[in-house]
């Protein structure tokens, strides 16, 4: 069935680049998503990539997408510490439903 | 545009009462969706629908109910509430099935 993974932690510095990964297990995918969830909030669209795609640059983020190893990575350059938050990847089957992954904690030290 | 709007935003049940969680969305999207957070968890589709009139299950529908009778209103309704369904329940809505989905601020729901 279709699963996603991502690590469930990652600490970094303010100023420093995050990386965060997933991976993903349904190959007829269409689009990839990353959503972002500040505590006691929705989950925020940051960016998203369609599958046949290897890159997508939105100003800080930059989205790697490696459909043979089906790898989806998110980069946030010079990370905030209003970048402090969960982030999702998600990935999107037939008739538009979404497979979350667990969820990164992003932690962002002054 | 107020987007997708969720109510209430926190309720505490007991065993076995019911309630009815409101979703609404003025963007004239067709497809809406329900999903339930748990704690350290992604999220998980409950119900989805295509348009009004339409409806049909995702991945953990067992103790929910849908209905669609307009394209702005999906509302997820819980007949016999279980300790298990204590969650954070999402609303999303997108114009399209491969579209962007837009999400709610969710409802906490704490079932005692």
């Known amino acids: 069935g279709e699963d996603v993974e991502q690590s469930l932690f990652l600490s970094v510095r303010e100023g420093d680049s995050s990386v965060i990964n997933c991976t993903y297990t349904?190959?007829?995918?269409?689009?990839l998503y990353w959503y972002k969830q500040e505590p006691g909030a929705g989950l925020q669209l940051l960016t998203y990539?369609?599958?046949?795609?290897d890159m997508k640059q939105d100003q800080r983020l930059t989205v790697l997408l490696n459909k043979k190893d089906k790898h989806l990575s998110l980069r946030i350059a010079d990370t905030q510490t209003g970048d402090s938050a969960i982030y999702f990847c998600?990935?999107?089957?037939?008739?538009?439903?979404?497979?979350f992954g667990q969820g990164t904690t992003l932690q962002v030290k002054p | 545009n107020a987007g997708v709007t969720q109510t209430p935003k926190f309720r505490i049940l007991k065993i076995g009462q019911s309630m009815t969680l409101q979703c609404t969305q003025d963007?004239?999207?067709?497809?809406m969706y329900w999903y339930r957070q748990d704690p350290g968890m992604g999220l998980k589709l409950i119900y989805y629908?295509?348009?009004?009139?339409?409806?049909d299950k995702g991945e953990v529908p067992n103790g929910y109910n849908v209905s669609r009778s307009t394209t702005e209103d999906f509302p997820l309704r819980l007949e016999l509430a279980a300790p298990s369904q204590t969650s954070v329940y999402f609303c999303?809505?997108?114009?399209?099935?491969?579209?962007?989905?837009?999400f709610g601020p969710g409802t906490r729901l704490l079932v005692l």
């Open positions: 990539i369609f599958s046949n795609m």
């Open positions: 963007m004239n999207h067709n497809y």
């Open positions: 629908s295509v348009g009004a009139g339409i409806t």
């Open positions: 999303a809505s997108s114009y399209e099935g491969q579209g962007t989905q837009y």
């Open positions: 349904d190959s007829s995918s269409t689009y």
């Open positions: 998600a990935e999107s089957i037939n008739t538009g439903k979404l497979i």
